[in-house]
């Protein structure tokens, strides 16, 4: 680990002011950022500490929820309403790493948490785009199980590991930035970005900001939703496919319907064609199937992960049909 | 290899080929075991009793010193910095920013690491312990990605680790094989084990094969497999003069003793290694080059080293398995008798070490066939040295042929289960020689009955919502070993305490534990006044933790020294003792001292004889027999295996619901740290079925996922219920009636997994692991 300057922020204004450096920073439970920085991957100057700012989860009036970045995911998880209105939320962490490193994780830290791809973790030994921009790709070529097949380009084939922000996605969720130029929101779909030519520009973050707060719309819808993880083992490993989805019936008619997918791209992938394709049509189990085609038309295997296609398409039909199954 | 070497091989085979025959055809009476073990006979003492891990006090307050913990004055901390490429030479390598950053105290490479010779490879002498026989840090050549290349020694680990990143190395490259596939279409060479080829033929298996009525044949797969004991590989080392003492995590005390000697050019008497604890071994906790660099760098440094790897540097320094491929053929009559086994393939390995992978292992014993051919072919790679990886040959083994027979019922429309029984073979099915003890029928019926395999169903009929269940068995099996080279030494006091000491492991099974209750009841005392001390070079024997033979090899050690204490303790007793005139065939031990075996009224207590002949204590020393009751009777364990599986209709995801192991392993010494061991191995089998797997990257030979996070064993919910049960008979002519059973958890339970999953769906998947998209 890279020696490094560490200062703790006791509010917002504190932490924008000591995060300002070009090399600096946030802290939150360090749970991606400190095995990185051991790794020598990240080597920050300074660590601003953001994990004493407020950490509250608060209902709004419309019955929305504003959640404070240094939120545990564990709180998060276990938040009476969050499991019964966004039961999609608490089951997506839930499925994600392990009870002690949830109870570090902050909300703000999970959505900056960067890809597993081991190319990109072999700091000494492989190249990697996204590390070092323009020294190339072992990944395309080489292990690439775990990696894209949406979004993807021929500089970086990685996945963003989070399955927090699969939820998020479908859930609408709004992230709010305080920075130099002051405050700001920004749709979480619009947080992550795809690869391009700059994998290591990862989010529409300017320098210095800071992610204060995440905010759930009021969401009906949410209700009924769920969280499907596929991995290799039973717990303790990133999602080969998910899927977070809400659906609301109008009899046999889809009123409404939020699919995203995790695992698949170099962000948390909200399934807009599979929405549409499906929103105003009957349930069936063909129209999930063709729904879920249609999302995935546009997917693009590597050397190792063609059955990553089906898989989704599998796991979008068979989330919907629970979730139709469970209204009915 | 030269004309002359290849015959002195073959004058050598010839002599073993005599020695072998006479061995067999000598009466049982010469033999060890010839004359079973008197503890069989005893029936109500500590042996067999479920007692808690004398160890876990200790252990559970954090008292139990690992490698990594002793404390030295004035140590200094290590870490490695690895070569990034396969092979070739180090054209840079500049420590110049690495030894100026803070508390740094040296940096070692090929430049100034003191002159010492390669390890002795493991095998190639009777204390030869080394994972290779590589130079080490001598010169600028590169052999394998992940070698190390520079040694940084730092007041804190943490400065040792940064200064490492400040090394800036760079390679001038050779062409390397790092791909198994490219090797092989080279050619493969035949596999030698311990310079005798992994080949072998009984009859004519191909014709036999080819005029058979029903038969199988398929090729099966399995990765590579990284050891991954949940401590990391540690030493801390340190010079006093010309003296090395080794504190170490190791399953090979006298072996590493001797090879640090021979490498820093002092006797064996002058290195002390202790290893009083050790965080799992499985075959990995052997020499290999980070003890030798932590004690190089000791010596350049002229301070103490602890040098303890990091996760990624076990995966980097230490072997794992290597990958198999594995043709397996089955010739049978109509009615399921077998009439031609071939168990062939190609396995990588290396120059630097000599282990080819022996998957032909369970093939030699498990089943009956007039015809056998077994062959192991291998390629070389520029890779680190694979090595011994519990069951080795066995694990990977189990998998293809216990498959292939799962194949031939299902084609022959036979109960797998009495298809095995159908075959099991009289007499060692390839030297001919009457089993030890052999009861693996029992243990499949015992365990088909508390399974309940008799409701099984048809491939792809049963489901549970989206699950498809089924249920598969399998065969395990594993030998019984006892090397040469035992030995022990007992000290009873005046107040009636015995210790025991042997140069023994304690990885985590409970040696001591099970062998302070052998010791208590060969010896006549409670377990309270017995000591069993281990894990130290200095104490008497070469016992190798490995081989599933530290039993065996304990047992036989202390029997040769009770009976010279039994012999000492006539002498003490004299002409005034109950005991006067017997000799030491007529005594035994009963309640504390030495009774006549057939008037228990002759006794006098261990007490009464020193008191009265005026000793503090006796000490003796015993050497155990030759171990060649293996050579005459063939000794192997079985198990029965059944298990229950569901996978997901919708992800193709394999869960395991149930497992139940029934075991023919001779005598349990306590049945609760035997079931931790069964258990424990059926888990690390289920890793090998469903996710284990070494990612090589064959462009450059470097691993990929060196990461508990990224390399996947089974975690807690991927452990289902797993009831074990035995059939307690013990072997006669074993050491307390017992045979190891340390690896043979893992044999079998690939295949069990994939037989179940051909129940459940109907698809037979070769290619281990059993990952979701096999079966999608």
Excluded at chain 2, 227 to 254: K, M, Y
């Amino acid at each position: 680990m890279t020696p490094f300057d560490y200062s703790r922020a006791s509010d917002v204004a504190d932490a924008l002011r000591m995060g300002a450096g070009v090399q600096a920073k946030f802290l939150g439970g360090g749970t991606n950022l400190v095995d990185l920085m051991r790794e020598t991957i990240e080597r920050p100057a300074a660590l601003v500490d953001i994990t004493g700012l407020p950490a509250e989860i608060t209902e709004r009036d419309d019955g929305g929820l504003v959640i404070g970045a240094a939120v545990r995911n564990t709180a998060l998880a276990e938040h009476r309403t969050v499991r019964t209105r966004y039961p999609v939320l608490s089951r997506a962490i839930l499925a994600g790493a392990s009870a002690q490193i949830r109870n570090m994780a902050t909300v703000g830290g999970n959505l900056l948490q960067r890809t597993r791809c081991s190319y990109f973790y072999d700091d000494a030994g492989s190249r990697c785009n996204k590390r070092q921009p323009g020294q190339g790709c072992d990944a395309i070529d080489g292990f690439n199980r775990n990696h894209a097949i949406l979004g993807a380009s021929e500089a970086c084939v990685a996945t963003h590991p989070s399955d927090m922000c699969v939820a998020l996605a479908a859930l609408d969720a709004v992230v709010h930035l305080e920075g130099r130029g002051g405050a700001r929101t920004l749709p979480l779909v619009e947080l992550h970005r795809l690869p391009g030519d700059r994998p290591d520009l990862e989010t529409a973050l300017q320098p210095g900001e800071l992610i204060t707060a995440i905010e759930l719309p009021a969401q009906p819808i949410a209700a009924r939703s769920t969280y499907r993880k596929v991995r290799d083992r039973s717990s303790y490993a990133f999602a080969l496919v998910s899927v977070a989805a809400a659906l609301e019936l109008d009899g046999d008619t889809v009123k409404d319907v939020r699919v995203a997918l995790g695992g698949v791209a170099h962000k948390p992938w909200r399934a807009l064609e599979a929405e549409q394709a499906l929103r105003g049509g009957k349930v069936s189990e063909a129209a999930f199937r063709a729904a879920a085609e249609a999302e995935l038309a546009h997917a693009v295997p590597l050397s190792c992960n063609t059955f990553k296609i089906e898989l989704a398409k599998r796991t979008i039909t068979a989330v919907l049909g629970e979730l139709a199954g469970a209204a009915r | 290899m030269s004309i002359a070497e290849e015959a002195k091989l073959a004058v050598r085979g010839a002599i073993q080929g005599v020695m072998e025959k006479a061995i067999e055809l000598a009466p049982d009476s010469w033999m060890p075991g010839g004359k079973p073990d008197s503890l069989i006979a005893t029936k109500h003492g500590s042996i067999g009793a479920s007692v808690p891990r004398i160890d876990s006090p200790l252990k559970v307050q954090g008292k139990a010193p690992f490698a990594a913990e002793f404390e030295l004055p004035g140590m200094v901390y290590a870490a490695l910095m690895f070569s990034t490429v396969a092979k070739g030479r180090i054209a840079t390598l500049d420590t110049a920013q690495a030894e100026a950053a803070p508390g740094v105290v040296l940096v070692m490479t090929h430049r100034n690491a003191p002159r010492m010779e390669s390890m002795p490879v493991f095998l190639s002498a009777e204390k030869a312990g080394g994972g290779d026989n590589l130079p080490i840090m001598q010169d600028d050549r590169i052999h394998w990605n992940g070698q190390p290349i520079a040694v940084v020694l730092a007041e804190t680990q943490e400065q040792a680790d940064y200064a490492v990143a400040l090394i800036r190395a760079s390679y001038e490259q050779d062409a390397a094989t790092t791909s198994f596939a490219t090797a092989k279409r080279k050619g493969t060479e035949p596999g030698l084990f311990m310079g005798q080829p992994l080949k072998t033929e009984k009859g004519s298996a191909d014709a036999a094969f080819k005029a058979s009525a029903a038969k199988v044949e398929a090729t099966y797969t399995t990765p590579r497999h990284n050891h991954n004991a949940i401590e990391p590989h540690a030493a801390t080392v340190a010079w006093d003069g010309d003296r090395l003492i080794v504190h170490d995590a190791s399953q090979a005390v006298a072996h590493t003793a001797w090879s640090l000697g021979k490498i820093f050019g002092i006797s064996e008497q002058q290195v002390h290694v202790t290893s009083p604890f050790v965080g799992g071994g499985f075959g990995g906790k052997c020499l290999w080059q980070h003890q030798v660099l932590g004690a190089a760098a000791a010596k350049l440094a002229g301070r103490p080293v602890r040098i303890a790897l990091s996760r990624e540097g076990v995966y980097r320094l230490i072997g794992g398995r290597t990958l198999t491929e594995q043709r397996l053929a089955i010739g049978a009559d109509q009615d399921g008798r077998f009439n031609a086994i071939i168990h062939s393939g190609t396995v990588a390995t290396t120059r630097q070490n000599g282990m080819p992978e022996p998957f032909i292992l369970p093939t030699m014993s498990s089943y009956g066939s007039p015809n056998i051919k077994l062959d192991v072919e291998v390629v070389y790679l520029d890779m680190l040295a694979n090595t011994f990886m519990r069951a080795p040959g066995e694990s990977v083994g189990t998998f293809a042929l216990e498959s292939a027979i799962d194949e031939l019922a299902v084609s022959l429309g036979i109960d797998p289960v009495e298809l095995r029984i159908l075959n099991q073979p009289s007499e060692d099915p390839l030297k001919g020689t009457p089993f030890s003890s052999r009861h693996i029928t029992e243990a499949w019926r015992a365990g088909a009955e508390k399974f309940g395999w008799s409701k099984r169903s048809a491939p792809g009929t049963v489901r549970d919502g989206e699950w498809q269940i089924g249920i598969g068995c399998a065969t395990a099996t594993y030998p019984y070993h006892r090397m040469p080279g035992g030995a022990a030494r007992i000290t009873l006091t005046r107040d009636g305490y015995a210790r025991v000491e042997i140069a023994a492991h304690e990885m985590g099974m409970g040696t001591a534990t099970a062998h302070t209750q052998v010791v208590a009841d060969r010896l006549g005392l409670s377990r309270d006044q017995v000591t069993f001390a281990y894990g130290d070079s200095l104490m008497p024997g070469v016992v190798l933790a490995g081989g599933s033979q530290q039993t065996a090899s304990i047992g036989a050690s202390v029997i040769a020294a009770h009976h010279v204490l039994i012999k000492e303790l006539l002498k003490l007793a004299g002409n005034d003792s109950p005991l006067a005139g017997l000799g030491t065939d007529e005594v035994g031990t009963l309640n504390g001292g030495l009774a006549k075996l057939d008037d228990p009224s002759r006794h006098e207590s261990y007490v009464s004889i020193l008191t009265r002949s005026g000793r503090d204590h006796v000490a003796v020393e015993g050497s155990a027999s030759a171990p060649l009751e293996t050579m005459h009777w063939s000794m192997h364990s079985f198990g029965a295996l059944f298990c229950e599986i569901g996978v997901n209709s919708v992800t193709g995801e394999t869960r395991v619901r149930r497992f139940l192991g029934s075991y023919d392993c001779g005598r349990i010494l306590n049945p609760k740290t035997a079931a931790s061991q069964f258990r424990g191995g059926i888990i690390m089998g289920l890793g090998l079925a469903l996710m284990e797997e070494t990612q090589f990257d064959d462009r450059n030979g470097r691993v990929m996922n060196p990461s508990l996070a990224e390399y996947h064993v089974p975690v807690h919910l991927d452990v289902p219920p797993i009831d074990v049960i035995w059939t307690d008979i013990p072997d006669p002519r074993a050491p307390m009636g017992a045979r190891g059973i340390g690896e043979i958890g893992i044999t079998g339970v690939g295949a069990a997994v994939a037989n179940a999953v051909f129940n459940a769906t109907g698809k037979r998947v070769r290619d281990l692991p059993l990952t979701l998209d096999k079966l999608m």
